[in-house]
């Protein structure tokens, strides 16, 4: 524990794990879930970044995931395609004649790069500006941004002949050139989502520990203290907002190299709900807490359904209750307490009075 | 004129069966500010209530009538014991609730797939109730869905008869009004919380009954309609009673208007740009309780 | 914003990257061999062959699913009673595909390289074969899928039990234009199968001279009909064509007799509608509706009656077998008989092993067609009675070929 003291240690630490421990002792089936798994951990820490730290419990980063992921899908499927050609399935349920306007800038490998991350975030500024500004908080907050979800989740499907429906975009064959039906290629994917891990946890821990982290700390503890002291927080919000809505992006751009589909059933209610379970479990205001935390949880998905297929379910809803239930600052707490640092840092230890926030 | 008519009134029904849903949430939600996503389990619960009911009596008007007050005792219990067990350590941490109840909404859908099977099952309907009644050639309502309008009125009538003359409404509105003041006067703020919890799950256990006239019954019933349910309790202003039904006719409205004239998935999403352009209006939903709270 | 030590990580992290994408040299999508090489490895060493049976034992899709799963542990079970496949007794893996599009290919996969199953059993929808399709073509497996589809597929590596669209909806529409309806009213639920269905139909309905009033969309799992059900009134429209799925049904017919239609007035004929789902429903709302299926219960022939049987010994009497059911029964016995045609479990053989071969199945005699690997079906069209059961009221006479691109029909030319 002492080790993970210092965070360049910690990070010492997880690259060698991710880049040397878990290729060597993995084969390529279990590589490929960790890929995924490290996706969900790119968007728990950036929930971690919005709820643990800002207080705004995102139950909407389906959408953003969503959004990254169409946009990369959308560049490999017209990479499959080949130019000018329009992908399989528009020619199979579509009626187009030809490629839709708004897919056409996807084909351009830049655009859909940066779209990757840069549409979340564009999306999420908009959204922000409207939805802080009106000081929507709490409560409110974390319902709407799951309607959001559902909204987004029912226009896809409802636009079969251009965005694939209920179907998704599937069977994606190559990565800017590489195949990706070789293992190899698989190998280099899951290399890219890990350094891509490494660096949003950098950056967050940059986010956090600068003047800006401490301001959203005071924002998530006493937003009309700090609008007093002269600052405005709806801006404080929205920067956490949507660097987060980014780094769900950028998982969603990457899950579909190291998976191979992208489809709404990634964007609903139900995964925007679980993205948030692993930043409980890890522990919502650590940096570690939430990527640990959503690695976790998802490989105890795997493992539970693949040992009892058809009761795993019961394990996945203790997995909501116990851990936070009893375990607030959830696994990060547990080396907090060892520590016992003198920075007050998880919901843990502010015991809150018995004040109802959402009477206001 | 008669195709607005009949729009209306299925608008009208819509909201009825959202209002019927959002009820008890609006008591555990706004009330208590527990955001319990397992609510629609316990409308799930209501409607298999109707199920076992049916295998030992076998007139369907009276297992329907005999199921309203088992529904909402059934409910009712389950409610108070998610609160004994889970939702009293999470006063404090309101959107810890969602979390912890997303949980238990899993378990209890396994649960229901256990035990009655992961098929949907069947209830019968009184002859009655699955009809219609003719009021023009042209107009024809579901005799169901007056039913299902009728019961949602009633419902509120009740709760607000509750909430307003009866001494424990009066105790409910003094803990949600200022918890800590109303300790101090000496109400036992944990046991007010309890029964709120009851008559909130109660009252989902009887909007699970009335599914049953219009809907599968299944353990997935409930995460269908859970989201919108909140959406009405949002906008309708938490805590606010009044809110939450003009809301969900509004609603209810909008969506039929809107669908009938382009499709299902158009509505939606108009739906949902409606309500994020009406908070921008009011940001705290469509009634708002007064409180001296700063947060 | 960045503080020399966060440049430095940052800087750690780009060359990492940089270094990690460089000496990656993996095969580049226009080499011309396919990457993967051989075969799916399986595994055949022990007195037992796996096989992998995936459907969603959770989630929203469980409802219809877990009765397939029922259905091909009652095949196992058979098979294994008799001696097995080769000598070998069959091992049945279960995964839960739990709804949800990418659980699938993640499940498929696992059954494939970690269990090294000879062949895997299930999917339903539409959206989890799709999700499925590139990770058995990229392993060279087997999958073996029962349910009726929207057809316009032929992957190499899938076996179609289920009926495609010549075998079930354009029957369905025979049958509607032989009984003098002239217009039809679509409602389905807004996923591949209705919507491509919808788009044979309106075709069909071009070259037949039917009108098509109207077509209704409501997402998966919507339970709220009322407005969809006043556009169908409204139309006036002699058949409703319905390929609403699972939860919808129930809904939908609930409404539909609430708002005064009836099965005499205007028919419903659904495609997705079986006996348990009648179950589910209600008589009450669903007497003297039609459906299109190539099975039902009370479907004809010793075959049936030994399978009827044998299921509800297994599983209680009052369960019902329906159609999907069936095409996974019977799905397991065409693996058997091609394994042993080929006398090898081996993937490649198993398929060249394929074509012709015949099964007395609960529906009838059907047939394996090696070029589409679809199976020949007969098309029956049933009346739903009082007492649950489905009754046939007319049928093709003969088990049709399979044709999944429609390329025997005219006016479905400009379709694919």
Not at chain 3, 199 to 225: C, R
Request: charged share 15%; aromatic share 10%.
């Amino acid at each position: 524990m002492r080790l993970l003291r210092k965070p360049v240690t910690g990070f010492a630490i997880g690259a060698v794990l991710l880049f040397g421990v878990a290729p060597l002792a993995l084969g390529d089936f279990r590589l490929d879930l960790l890929a995924k798994y490290l996706c969900f951990a790119i968007v728990a820490v950036g929930i971690g970044l919005a709820w643990g730290r800002g207080g705004m419990l995102t139950l909407g980063q389906g959408f953003f995931f969503g959004l990254g992921g169409y946009a990369m899908a959308m560049h490999l499927k017209l990479a499959d395609a080949g130019p000018g050609q329009m992908p399989d399935f528009m020619l199979l349920y579509g009626q187009l004649d030809e490629l839709p306007w708004w897919w056409r800038p996807f084909a351009n490998p830049l655009f859909a790069l940066s779209a990757t991350v840069l549409l979340p975030m564009f999306t999420a500024l908009l959204l922000g500006l409207l939805i802080f500004r009106r000081k929507v908080r709490g409560a409110y907050f974390a319902i709407l941004s799951q309607a959001l979800c559902a909204a987004f989740a029912i226009l896809l499907i409802g636009q079969q002949g251009t965005t694939g429906g209920t179907n998704g975009l599937t069977n994606i064959q190559g990565f800017f050139g590489y195949d990706l039906n070789d293992p190899v290629n698989r190998r280099t994917v899951y290399f890219i989502v890990a350094a891509a891990l490494l660096a949003v946890l950098a950056l967050t821990w940059q986010l956090m520990r600068s003047r800006y982290g401490e301001l959203l700390v005071a924002v998530r503890d006493g937003e009309e203290r700090v609008r007093f002291l002269g600052y405005d927080p709806a801006n404080v919000k929205l920067v956490a907002y949507v660097a987060a809505a980014g780094m769900a992006g950028l998982a969603g751009a990457l899950f579909v190299p190291a998976v191979g589909i992208v489809s709404p059933a990634m964007i609903g209610v139900v995964p925007s709900i679980e993205f948030v379970i692993g930043v409980a479990v890890g522990g919502r205001a650590s940096l570690l807490g939430p990527a640990l935390g959503a690695i976790a949880v998802a490989w105890a998905k795997t493992a539970l359904s693949e040992r009892v297929p058809s009761a795993w379910t019961y394990f996945e809803g203790l997995l909501f209750i116990l851990p936070i239930v009893f375990l607030p600052g959830g696994l990060a707490s547990l080396a907090g307490t060892i520590r016992r640092r003198s920075r007050p840092s998880a919901v843990v230890e502010t015991p809150a009075p018995a004040k109802v926030e959402v009477t206001t | 004129m008669t195709l607005v008519l009949s729009q209306l009134f299925t608008g009208i029904s819509i909201g009825a069966v959202l209002l019927l849903i959002a009820l008890g949430l609006s008591l555990t939600f706004g009330q208590m500010g527990v955001i319990n996503m397992a609510h629609g389990e316990f409308i799930m619960a209501g409607a298999y209530t109707v199920y076992v009911l049916q295998q030992v009596i076998t007139g369907a008007g009276w297992s329907l009538l005999v199921a309203l007050p088992v529904a909402f005792v059934v409910a009712g219990a389950m409610g108070v014991l998610l609160e004994f067990l889970l939702i009293r350590r999470l006063y404090a941490r309101p959107l810890d609730t969602l979390l912890v109840t997303w949980g238990v909404s899993l378990i209890l859908q396994q649960l229901a797939r256990d035990v009655f099977g992961a098929p949907n099952v069947q209830t019968r309907a009184p002859e009655l109730l699955t009809g219609s009644i003719r009021i023009t050639d042209h107009l024809v309502i579901s005799s169901s869905r007056v039913f299902i309008l009728v019961l949602a009125l009633t419902a509120v009538a009740a709760l607000t008869i509750v909430l307003k003359t009866t001494p424990l409404g009066r105790r409910i509105r003094a803990v949600v009004q200022n918890r800590d003041l109303a300790a101090v006067s000496g109400l036992a703020t944990a046991r007010v919380d309890r029964l709120t919890f009851f008559i909130g799950s109660g009252l989902a256990g009887i909007a699970g009954v009335a599914l049953t006239l219009i809907g599968p019954i299944g353990p997935t019933m409930g995460t269908n309609i859970i989201v919108n349910a909140f959406l009405v309790v949002v906008v309708g202003g938490i805590g606010q009673l009044q809110g939450t039904v003009i809301v969900a006719f509004v609603l209810g409205v909008l969506q039929s208007m809107v669908e009938y004239t382009t499709t299902v998935s158009v509505a939606s999403v108009i739906v949902f740009i409606a309500i994020v352009a009406f908070l921008q209006w009011r940001p705290q939903g469509l009634f708002t309780l007064r409180t001296r709270s700063l947060a | 914003m960045f503080s020399n030590r966060g440049r430095r990580t940052a800087a750690i992290v780009a060359a990492l990257t940089a270094t990690v994408v460089l000496t990656a040299c993996g095969a580049k999508t226009t080499d011309s061999a396919t990457a993967g090489g051989a075969g799916a490895a399986i595994d055949t060493s022990g007195s037992a062959i796996k096989v992998g049976l995936l459907n969603s034992l959770s989630g929203t899709m469980a409802i219809s699913e877990v009765t397939v799963k029922n259905s091909l542990l009652l095949a196992v079970e058979e098979i294994n009673a008799a001696g097995g496949v080769l000598g070998k007794k069959i091992e049945p893996i279960s995964e839960d595909g739990a709804s949800d599009w990418p659980t699938f290919a993640e499940k498929s996969q696992k059954l494939i390289s970690e269990d090294k199953v000879a062949a895997v059993f299930g999917c339903w929808t539409s959206a989890s074969r799709k999700a499925v399709l590139p990770v058995f073509e990229k392993n060279k497996s087997l999958l073996f899928y029962p349910v009726q589809y929207e057809g316009l597929e032929q992957s190499p590596y899938i076996f179609y039990t289920g009926a495609t669209t010549n075998q079930q909806i354009v029957p369905g529409l025979d049958y509607l234009k032989a009984q003098g309806k002239t217009s039809v009213y679509l409602v389905g639920s807004d996923y591949v199968f209705p919507r491509t269905a919808n788009k044979i139909i309106k075709a069909y309905a071009e070259a037949n001279g039917m009108k098509v009033l109207g077509e209704d969309y409501a997402p998966l799992g919507s339970t709220e009909f009322s407005t969809i059900v006043n556009k169908v009134k409204a139309a006036g429209a002699a058949a409703v064509f319905n390929t609403l799925n699972g939860d919808s049904n129930v809904a939908f017919f609930k409404e539909y007799k609430a708002a005064g239609l009836t099965a005499g007035g205007m028919p419903v004929v659904s495609v997705s509608i079986a006996e348990e789902e009648v179950k589910s429903i209600g008589t009450q709302y669903l007497a003297g509706q039609l459906t299109a299926w190539n099975y039902y219960q009370t479907t004809e022939g010793a075959a049936n009656e030994k399978f009827v049987k044998a299921y509800k010994a297994k599983y209680g009497e009052d369960k019902p077998t329906s159609d999907p059911m069936e095409a996974a029964y019977v799905s397991v016995y065409l693996w058997k008989a091609m394994v042993e045609k080929a006398g090898s479990f081996d993937v490649e053989k198993v398929k060249a092993a394929a074509g012709g071969i015949t099964f007395d199945a609960p529906e009838g005699k059907v047939t394996v067609d090696g070029t589409t690997q679809h199976i020949s079906k007969t098309a029956r069209i049933g009346r739903i009675g009082d007492d649950g059961l489905i009754t046939e009221v007319w049928n093709s006479g003969q088990a049709i070929t399979p044709d999944p691109y429609l390329k025997g029909y005219p006016w479905a030319s400009g379709l694919s």
